[in-house]
């Protein structure tokens, strides 16, 4: 089975070492990685062609990786009052709706993976391309329904959150400047690129959070402070994660993100047709290799 860990202490102070030497400018680190991430935000009114760049890109690489029906189709929705950042709901008959949501600014910097995640090699991807392969021509019924928290849950979020690292690379960094820049959107990307590898192991805390609260029972203020800490977020983002990870529906999903990507980068290990196979198979974790 998946048993959730917390991330060590020893791996956050080294993360957090490593962006003391990438983060530009003078001050505490903290601050100088907030003031770095909030300068990235994205104007609205620039959010809706930012998108459709990135979309087109990822569209087009994962037709030819891996193939997409004809007919498929994403619309993508800006909404707020939600306690995730994006959303896909498949439709069926080949469409999804995508709602990214601007309660807080978005920034260029995690945009494309945005998009990968819920469109483009992921959930879209996924769910048009069983609906083809496992419902119509294999008439496995179950793959019209989707559970919230099952292991197929893992292996969705786990391909999901892999997908922009398998059709733009490991360091999709200067691709995606190529979308943003000509819309006058900040990104530089050798910088993105040296704090998005320094910080990598942070990705996890948000797992370290749901323990303090769940499996422990401390204070939601006291967790958001950690989490603020330990992410290098301000306190409005650490908020955020902390709602998400309060909501009766998704207090526990986070895992999904982190067990499911380690589980599936194992599994793929850089063959663009094992990843295939996560698109388009019936598998579990145990399939994977999951211990």
Known sequence: GVRPAAVP????????????????????????????????????????????????????????LFGLPEGEHVDFELVTGRPWSGFNTYLGSLRSRVDINVDLPVLSISLAH???????????????????????????MEETIFL???????????????????????????????????????????????????????????GNAALRLHAEGADPETVIDDMARWAMLPRARAAKAVEFLMHPTWRAYIFCYIEGLRLCRQFVGGDASRFSRLLTEQLTPADLGAT
């Open 148 to 206: 919230v928290g099952t292991p197929s849950a893992l292996l969705a979020e786990g391909l999901a959150d892999l997908g922009l690292e398998v059709v733009m690379g490991r360091r999709p960094e200067a691709t995606v400047a190529e979308h943003l820049r000509p819309l006058g959107i900040r990104y530089d990307a050798e910088v993105v690129g040296a704090i998005s590898e320094a910080g990598e192991a942070l990705a996890g805390v948000r």
């Open 9 to 64: 202490d020893d791996v956050i102070a080294e993360a957090q070492r490593r962006l003391e030497e990438a983060v530009p400018g003078d001050g505490p680190l903290l601050a100088r990685l907030v003031a770095w991430r909030e300068s990235h935000a994205v104007a609205p009114d620039l959010l809706p062609s930012a998108i459709s760049s990135l979309a087109e890109d990822l569209r087009q690489r994962t037709g030819r």
């Open 114 to 140: 945005l998009v990968a995640h819920e469109a483009y090699p992921g959930h879209h991807t996924e769910h048009s391309r069983k609906e083809v392969g496992l419902v119509h021509r294999r008439h496995f």
